[in-house]
């Protein structure tokens, strides 16, 4: 078993034109810097890759991490909750000029289409977005005299998360809040690659203290001194 | 003379309503202040949507953990007894009915309970996040408003003219005038400003207030 790669371009290697990429994170908290900068700067370098579907809760702050794939134009479609952020305008103007699609999706459903995704469960029914613009077009049907909108599953090609602590066999724990929605990504991606504050070997997480199993990941990297997104915008720094 | 009540005071009567022991999700932006006029003495636990139960306030400047943040991005920090969890999980305790309260704000509030607070049209950039959840989640969903919009039109209308966030789904509205509960398909008038007739207060609502029951002076301290 060789889950763990010596460099973050080594480990990113296999993201190609056109995948579905869900990247963890809410806002800044769990957004996985130094990867997806990796991939802005093999875009700008090689053209590829592009035309991407990003999923993640937001769609980029400012300049820096989704903002700047958005910038560097990788990004095709969005799918997320909350396009809105304290500088908005990497993603608004392309919104608006018609040059990204976005599939917005309620957080929960979001949440939950990846968890299904991730567990092997194509559809499911929840009250939320029924009777709303989101709902048009999806199933309805009635449990016990309350109606419900079908939802399914979401996967993706590829997820890029980041973890507090991974072993390596690839289990994970996650610094506070910037848990959000990784655990569930790594479960619905065909591959899951994370950056680590820290990696050590097999043994040394306690396994009541494991979040993220290794089963659901299949490429660790050390990046043992993070970017965290709100500390840079807040710096004002540029793509 | 008071002619209508603050934000600040609105999300003060919001805040007296939540009982000790609740489980609450404030929403982005104003109802994040109702938090600020807990009554003493009560203890609430605050959900937030990116994994965090019983946030505390936020952090001093140049303390913050940006790793520890709440649903509108802002840093806060832990009570004792706080938790993480991942978002599946956030939104179980959502969807699964276990929060007690949830504190919306409105563009517009229909009779039936309908909530439009997520979209103003076409032209710009839609957002949900939570809020499609929330208001079908929570025992109880309370929207915080100014009782008119800046043009001075009704906020609480017969029907929504904008994109629904749920429907039927508001408990109680507290607004700048009034606290108003939603009873199958109308609203019912619980409180009202003393200087303020009933009549006069209807002429700036869009559906008709229901009498039902005493309708109790709404006294707001200055906060």
């Known amino acids: 078993m060789k889950k763990v790669y010596p460099g973050i371009e080594d480990a990113l290697a296999d993201v190609q034109d056109g995948m579905s990429v869900m990247i963890g994170g809410f806002g800044g908290s769990g957004a996985p810097i130094e990867l997806i900068h990796s991939l802005v700067n093999r875009y700008r370098e090689t053209g590829s890759p592009r035309n991407l579907t990003v999923i993640n809760n937001n769609a980029g702050n400012g300049a820096i991490g989704i903002a700047a794939m958005i910038y560097a134009g990788m990004v095709k479609k969005m799918v997320c909750s909350f396009p809105r952020s304290s500088d908005p305008k990497a993603f608004t103007d392309k919104y608006l000029a018609g040059e990204i699609e976005l599939e917005l999706v309620p957080q929960g459903t979001l949440a939950e289409r990846i968890r299904a995704g991730g567990a092997g469960i194509p559809a499911f029914y929840t009250p939320t977005s029924y009777g709303t613009l989101v709902a048009e077009g999806k199933p309805i049907a009635e449990f016990d005299g309350r109606k419900y909108v079908q939802e399914r599953w979401l996967k993706a090609d590829v997820a890029i998360i980041k973890a507090d602590i991974a072993d390596t066999k690839g289990n994970l724990t996650f610094n506070k809040a910037a848990r959000n929605f990784s655990p569930l990504m790594a479960m619905a991606a065909k591959l899951t690659i994370v950056q680590a504050r820290k990696v050590v070997p097999a043994g040394e997480i306690d396994p009541e203290h494991v979040v993220t199993p290794g089963i659901f990941v299949d490429r660790v990297v050390e990046v043992s001194d993070p970017k965290q997104e709100e500390v840079l915008l807040r710096e004002g720094v540029k793509a | ?223």
């Open chain 2, 1 to 223: 003379m008071t002619t209508k009540l603050s934000n600040a005071q609105i999300a003060w009567r919001a805040a007296q309503d939540i009982p000790d022991g609740a489980y609450v999700n404030l929403g982005i932006g104003f109802p994040e202040m109702v938090a600020k006029f807990k009554p003493d003495g009560r203890e609430v636990i605050y959900h937030t949507e990116n994994g965090v139960l019983d946030f505390g306030e936020a952090p001093a400047e140049g303390e913050e953990d940006w790793d520890l943040i709440n649903a509108g991005k802002k840093a806060v920090t832990l009570n004792p007894g706080a938790s993480f969890f991942h978002h599946a999980d956030s939104f179980a305790m959502v969807r699964g009915g276990h929060l007690d309260v949830a504190i919306l704000g409105a563009y517009e509030v229909a009779e039936n309970g309908d909530l439009a607070n997520w979209s103003t049209g076409p032209g710009s950039v839609p957002a949900v996040g939570g809020a499609m959840d929330l208001v079908h989640g929570a025992k109880r969903v309370c929207v915080i408003t100014d009782h008119v919009t800046k043009k001075g039109t009704p906020k609480l209308v017969k029907k929504c003219s904008l994109p629904l966030t749920g429907v039927g789904c508001v408990t109680t509205v507290y607004t700048s005038l009034a606290v108003i509960d939603i009873v199958d398909g109308r609203f019912v008038l619980r409180e009202k400003l003393p200087t303020m007739s009933i009549e006069e207060l209807q002429a700036v609502t869009g559906a008709e207030l229901v009498i039902d029951g005493p309708v109790v002076d709404l006294i707001v301290p200055e906060v």
